[in-house]
C-alpha cells in the first residue's frame, strides 16, 4: 500500500485529512512529527524519535485543540528529550481562553439573526441554536471547539438529519460571523469539511392529464361552491406564476403592474424581486375585484385583512381532483418541471422561482437531464430517418 507523501503540516492541511482506516501522515520539515487520523475524524498531532532505550511515540496533543504550529514546537521538544534519554512528557496545554461558544450563540442572535433574518427564519435559527447547540457546546471557549466536536454534535443529531445538517451550517456561520468580529483567529472554522448527512426531498411534478383535472375542479368549485373566491384566485395563480404561497397570499395591488405584465414584490424569502406575467395571469388578476380600503390582492374574511389560509382550500380541490398527495408547495416545483419541458435552462428557471443561489436550482438538475435526453432522441430519430 503507498504510503501518504510527506507534507508541511498546517492547520488548513490537517483539517482536509479524512481516512478510512487509521494512518499517519509525516511532516516534510521536521522529522518525526506527524499527525494520526482516525476514521471518527479525530487527528492527534505525535512526535517519535528513537532514543537510548529504542524507539518511542509520544501524543503531543489534539487537533482543534492546539494548532498545527503549536503541536510542532512541543514535538520539536519532545524528540530532543526521547534522544538524550530524559522523559519524553509534552508540556502541558495552557487551557483555552476567551468568549464562549455561549456568547458568540447570543451575539449572533441578537446582531445578525434579530436584524437580518425573516421572522420564519429567527424562529427556526434560535431554535436550532438554543435547544442544540448551546446546550452541547456553550460552556466551550470558542478556540477549544474542534472537528471532533462538531462531528460528536452533528451525529448525536443523526436520527433528524435535516436538524442535524442546520445545526452544522447554523456553528458555520457564528464561527464565520466570529472571525469577521475578532472574535477568533481566521481560518479557525471546525465546521468545514463536515459532510452533511443525505436527507431526501419530496419532489412531485403534476402531469399534463392532472393539470387537466385540477383545473376541471377548481371550475366546479367556482360554480358549486367549496372554497372562498380568494382561495381559488390564489391557488390559480400559484399554478400560473410558481411563486412561493407567501408571496402570493401578501400580495399587494400596489405591486401589481398589469400594464407591464409584471408583480415587482417588495419583499419575498430572497427579497424584493419582479415577477413576470403570462397572459392568463394578468387575464386572473385584472379580473379580481378590488376592496375599497384594502390594498391586498387576496382580502381575508375580516376588514382590512389578507387571506391567509389555504389549506383548506386546497383539500377540498385536491379531493375533487383526485390529486391526494400533491401538495400546494408542488405547484411550484410543477411550474419548474413544466418550464424544464419547454426548454429553459436551470439560470432562467431559477430568475422565475426567485432562487438566490443556483445551488437551490440545482435539484431539478435531473429532470434537466432528461429532457436533453429526450431532445436527442428526437434529434437522431430525425437524423435516423434520413438515412434510411
Not at 534522544?83 to 445578525?112: H, M, N
Amino acid at each position: 500500500m503507498t504510503k501518504p507523501a510527506m507534507k508541511t503540516l498546517s492547520n488548513r492541511l490537517v483539517r482536509k485529512f479524512t481516512v478510512k482506516k487509521d494512518t499517519v501522515y509525516w511532516d516534510r520539515d521536521l522529522t518525526g512529527f506527524g499527525v494520526r487520523v482516525y476514521p471518527t475524524g479525530s487527528k492527534v498531532y505525535i512526535a517519535q524519535a528513537r532514543g537510548p532505550e529504542g524507539p518511542k511515540r509520544v501524543a503531543v496533543g489534539r487537533h482543534g485543540v492546539i494548532h498545527a504550529d503549536q503541536a510542532r514546537k512541543r514535538a520539536a521538544l519532545v524528540i530532543a528529550r526521547i534522544k538524550a534519554g530524559e522523559e519524553a512528557v509534552p508540556e502541558p496545554i495552557k487551557p483555552a481562553v476567551g468568549p464562549t461558544v455561549a456568547e458568540l450563540a447570543k451575539r449572533y442572535l441578537a446582531e445578525y439573526v434579530s436584524v437580518r433574518c425573516k421572522p420564519r427564519t429567527v424562529k427556526t435559527l434560535r431554535s436550532v441554536v438554543l435547544r442544540h447547540i448551546v446546550p452541547a457546546l456553550g460552556k466551550l471557549p470558542l478556540t477549544a471547539v474542534g472537528r471532533a466536536h462538531v462531528l460528536g454534535l452533528h451525529q448525536s443529531l443523526h436520527e433528524t438529519p435535516a436538524i442535524a445538517n442546520q445545526a452544522v451550517r447554523t456553528l458555520s456561520a457564528m464561527y464565520r460571523l466570529a472571525e469577521e468580529w475578532g472574535m477568533i483567529p481566521e481560518r479557525t472554522n471546525p465546521c468545514r469539511a463536515i459532510a452533511e448527512y443525505p436527507v431526501g426531498r419530496r419532489e412531485r411534478f403534476l402531469t399534463e392529464a392532472e393539470f387537466d383535472r385540477l383545473g376541471r375542479a377548481l371550475d366546479r368549485i367556482e360554480t358549486e361552491g367549496g372554497a372562498s373566491a380568494s382561495a381559488v384566485a390564489a391557488i390559480r395563480l400559484l399554478i400560473l406564476t410558481g411563486c412561493r404561497k407567501s408571496e402570493i397570499l401578501t400580495l399587494r395591488w400596489e405591486e401589481v403592474a398589469l400594464d407591464q405584465a409584471e408583480l415587482r414584490l417588495s419583499d419575498s424569502k430572497t427579497g424584493a424581486r419582479v415577477v413576470s406575467l403570462s397572459e392568463p395571469a394578468v387575464k386572473l388578476l385584472a379580473g379580481l375585484p378590488r376592496t375599497p380600503g384594502n390594498p391586498w390582492v387576496l382580502p381575508g374574511t375580516k376588514p382590512g385583512t389578507h387571506l391567509r389560509k389555504l389549506d383548506d382550500a386546497w383539500q377540498s380541490v385536491r379531493s375533487r381532483a383526485g390529486l391526494h398527495d400533491v401538495r400546494l408547495h408542488d405547484l411550484r416545483h410543477s411550474f419548474a418541471s413544466r418550464a424544464l419541458a419547454l426548454g429553459e435552462g436551470l439560470s432562467t428557471i431559477g430568475k422565475l422561482l426567485g432562487h438566490a443561489r443556483i445551488e437551490t436550482t440545482s435539484r431539478y438538475a435531473h429532470l434537466a437531464r432528461d429532457s436533453v435526453r429526450e431532445s436527442a432522441e428526437r434529434v437522431a430519430a430525425s437524423i435516423a430517418e434520413d438515412l434510411l
